[in-house]
């Protein structure tokens, strides 16, 4: 426990979940992903479908209809009914001395500063780092 090998288990064990994405996003298809896994599963490698097309990930490890299944339903029910604006992009944009260094969310990034959104609504969250360059 708490060895750096443990980190291993975090990243995905083949690149064809995340080749795929990329294509996906390209084509502007989003991946709503529901798994019922009683046993292992490489949630890291599954996980770049919904990760690189703005969709979202929900997991009910061992599945019981009695105490899952209202979960379940609900979620499903959201997803489905939501107001959702597709095939979206966002372009962030700093004034002279500043940068983004990092951003966050279930998008891909098209560019240095082009996110590509197959669908979007009222739970996308994205978030970025500034960094100040220039000494003033």
Same mark, same amino acid.
């Given at each position: 426990?708490?060895?750096p090998? #443990?980190s291993k288990l975090?990243?995905?064990?083949m690149n064809?979940?995340k080749?795929?994405? !990329? #294509?996906?996003?390209r ?6 992903m529901f798994?019922?896994p +009683? =046993? +292992? *599963?490489? !949630?890291?490698?599954? =996980?770049m ?5 703005? %969709?979202?990930?929900?997991? +009910?490890?061992?599945? $019981?209809? =009695?105490?899952d299944?209202?979960?379940? #339903?609900? #979620?499903?029910s959201k997803?489905?009914?939501m &107001? ?5 992009v966002?372009? *962030? ?7 983004i260094? @990092?951003?966050? %969310? &279930?998008?891909f990034i098209r %560019?240095?500063d082009?996110?590509?959104?197959? @669908?979007? &609504?009222? $739970?996308?969250?994205?978030g ?9």
């Amino acid at each position: 426990m708490g060895t750096p090998e #443990e980190s291993k288990l975090l990243r995905p064990s083949m690149n064809w979940y995340k080749d795929t994405a !990329v #294509e996906f996003s390209r084509a502007q298809i989003s991946v709503d992903m529901f798994l019922f896994p +009683y =046993a +292992y *599963i490489d !949630v890291a490698a599954l =996980a770049m479908l919904p990760k690189l097309t703005a %969709g979202s990930l929900h997991t +009910y490890v061992a599945f $019981d209809p =009695a105490t899952d299944g209202p979960r379940l #339903e609900s #979620e499903l029910s959201k997803g489905l009914t939501m &107001n959702t604006a597709f095939e979206a992009v966002m372009r *962030i944009r700093c004034t002279k001395g500043m940068r983004i260094s @990092n951003f966050y %969310g &279930n998008f891909f990034i098209r %560019g240095t500063d082009l996110l590509a959104l197959p @669908n979007c &609504n009222s $739970d996308s969250v994205f978030g970025f780092d500034l960094v100040h360059d220039e000494q003033t």
